[in-house]
Structure formats: C-alpha cells, structure tokens
C-alpha cells in the first residue's frame, strides 16, 4: 500500500512537471513569436511609393468558373504597369476559348497553353515555371485561380513591400465566411499557419509563404534555380520555395487589408482534409531546424491538452492546479491573438477559441499521421 503511494505520488509530479513545461513552451511562442505580430503596425502606402512594373501570374486547371469571377477583379487592379499571366494547364473545359475573349479585351491578358503529353506528367511547378519565364517583369506576384484580392489596390499594396530592396513579400488569403463548424476550423486553421509564418519572418526567421498571395522576383527565382530542389515533391511550389531562398534580410510582410486575397473554403471535411495532407507532405522537406521549431510548437501543446486531461482524471482532487495553467494559457492567447485576428479578419472566431484550439491541434496530428502514408498527391 505504501508503495502504491509512492508510485501514485510520484506519477503525479511528474503529470504536474510535464504540465508546467508544456505551458511554459507554449507561453514562449505566444510571448515570444506571435506578439511580434500581434504588436506590428500595419503601414499605410505612401503617396510617393515606386511602383515597379508587376507580372501577375496564374495557373489553372480547369478553371473556368472561377476564372469568370475572379480574373477581371485581378485585370481590373488600379496599378500603373502590369500584366497577367495566366498559363492554362492543360483545361478541358472552355478556359482557352474564355482567355481568348478576354483577351481582346484586356491587352494586358497574357496566356500560356500547356498541352498533356501521353508520356510527360507534369505538376504545378512546371506550368509557374512556364509562367515565370513568359514574364517580362523583375517583379512577380502570384495568386489562384479561384481567389480574389480585396480591392483593386492589392497591387499597389504589395508592390511597396518591396520599397526596401526586398525579393520575397509574403501576403495574407484568409477563407470566405461560411456556416457551420468546418468553416470556423478552417478559418482558424489558416489565421493560425498565418500567424506562425507572418510572426516569424517579423523576428528574422522567415520559413514558409502561401501561394495564393505571394510575391518574389525573378531573379531570385533563376538564382535560386528555380524548383530544382523539390522538383520531386508534388506540392510546395510556395511555401518549400520561401524555405530555401528566404532570409531575415531579404523578406517582407504585407497584412494591409486592402492587400487580403480572398478564397473559397473546402465544404466537405474529406476535401479539406486532402489539402492538409497535401501541404503536410511539402512540410516533411522543411530545413531541420524550421521542423523542429514547428514541431516543438504543435507537439508541446498536444501534450500539454493531453498532460492536463491526464491529471484531472487520475488526480481528480487538483482539477484547480490544472484548471489555473490552462486559464493562464487561454488568457494569454486572448491578448496575443485578438489583435492579430482583428488584423487578419478573423476576430468573431475569438470567442470559439476555447473549442477550436484543441479541436485544430488533434485534427492536424492525426491529419499529419495520416499523410506519412499517403503517396499519390494531386496537382492542386
């Protein structure tokens, strides 16, 4: 019996230590990473602000709906010089016949035409390198097909992140608001890989971008050789590029809201959990020590969910030891995440905060688990 004790006492100290930890790794990135955010001002353009000569790129792949919504607010963009790109991969609806009409009209329409070869599959990265190479401008800006910029100054926005001689802008595409819980998860799961890699290039350690809003030049793209080194690898055309040609000298940020690219939310769970595989297989070729900041953050605060819930069923007589850690982490979280959210326009899912952080943490360790054994990945 008294062994028994022992045991059951030093089972609880360890419950009780693994717990302290896990909140203070966590308190670091909320006190340490996300207030960078949460603290930057979001700069207004100047008046005078150059305006380099822009290449709007975009592929698509059978595209042709969304193309009829969105290009022309993409066209229509109150910018000085630039050109669209958009190189049609290989489309069996009537996305050639569409890009031809607009064509006529918009003269600074420019299309590219990938055809499928019976013997030469092809992903992504072949048709935006094909686009890269029909640009004529240094400076390149890249979105979806089935997004939208805020207003017609995303081009103006981005381009004056590049004011100081950066190569790499890094933007913002939250998620149309949508009913019900899949559409809140998704919100959040994007507020939250946007507060991460927004937060991080602030503090000097720029790791990923998204491809639906992001800008970098073409020259660093040749310098850089382009998507040579994770040509293999089916997606990260975005995020795996940032990760190999980004550093805390050559990176900015661009949050204005006027600069937000709008997209279309997955409605199915199987869909959006697709995607999160697809972007969990282009993280495993992160640089090591971006991997093990990432998951040094997301394993931390597993456990520390799964350490608290431990102890409250084992101990349950100290329920108000674990009660008082995890309040301090939601009250933390509330003051760091509230106005980046307000930044990000994200801030009515703040009150759901207590059910969508352990909800998005289990969901993208079994989502990540999952992807080890996934092989077949799709072109978008």
């Known amino acids: 019996m008294e062994i028994f004790s022992q045991v059951a006492g030093i089972g609880f100290f360890l419950l009780l230590g693994g717990c302290g930890l896990f909140l203070v790794i966590q308190l670091y990135y909320l006190l340490g990473v996300y207030r960078k955010l949460a603290a930057y001002t979001v700069p207004q353009t100047p008046e005078k602000t150059a305006n380099p000569p822009l290449s709007v790129i975009i592929c698509a792949r059978n595209e042709e709906e969304n193309l009829r919504k969105n290009l022309p607010k993409i066209l229509d963009q109150d910018y000085p010089e630039f050109e669209v790109i958009l190189v049609n991969d290989f489309s069996e609806d009537d996305t050639k016949w569409l890009l031809k009409d607009w064509s006529q009209q918009y003269s600074h329409l420019k299309t590219v035409e990938i055809a499928e070869h019976v013997r030469l599959k092809h992903g992504k990265k072949f048709a935006l390198t094909l686009g890269i190479k029909a640009a004529r401008h240094e400076h390149l800006v890249f979105t979806d097909a089935d997004c939208f910029p805020q207003s017609d100054q995303w081009l103006r926005q981005m381009a004056a992140a590049f004011s100081g001689g950066e190569e790499i802008v890094l933007g913002y595409s939250p998620y149309l608001k949508k009913r019900g819980f899949l559409n809140a998860l998704i919100r959040f799961e994007t507020f939250h890989t946007a507060m991460s890699y927004l937060s991080y290039a602030l503090k000097g350690n720029p790791y990923m971008g998204v491809g639906r809003n992001i800008a970098y030049t073409k020259s660093l793209f040749f310098r850089g050789k382009g998507f040579a080194a994770h040509m293999h690898i089916p997606s990260g055309d975005d995020d795996l590029f940032v990760n190999q040609n980004a550093t805390p000298h050559n990176t900015a940020i661009c949050i204005h809201p006027d600069a937000h690219v709008w997209s279309e939310p997955k409605t199915a769970f199987a869909a959006y959990a697709s995607q999160k595989t697809r972007h969990a297989g282009a993280s495993k070729a ?95």
């Open 286 to 380: 992160y640089k090591p020590a971006h991997r093990r900041m990432l998951a040094t953050q997301l394993i931390s605060a597993i456990l520390f969910y799964a350490v608290a819930l431990i102890t409250v069923v084992l101990y349950p007589s100290y329920w108000y030891m674990v009660l008082g850690a995890y309040l301090l982490r939601l009250l933390v979280q509330l003051v760091v995440y509230y106005p980046i959210m307000k930044k990000l326009q994200t801030q009515g899912l703040i009150w759901a905060l207590p059910i969508l952080d352990p909800v998005y943490y289990g969901y993208i360790c079994i989502n990540g688990f999952f992807a080890l054994f996934k092989k077949d990945v799709t072109w978008k």
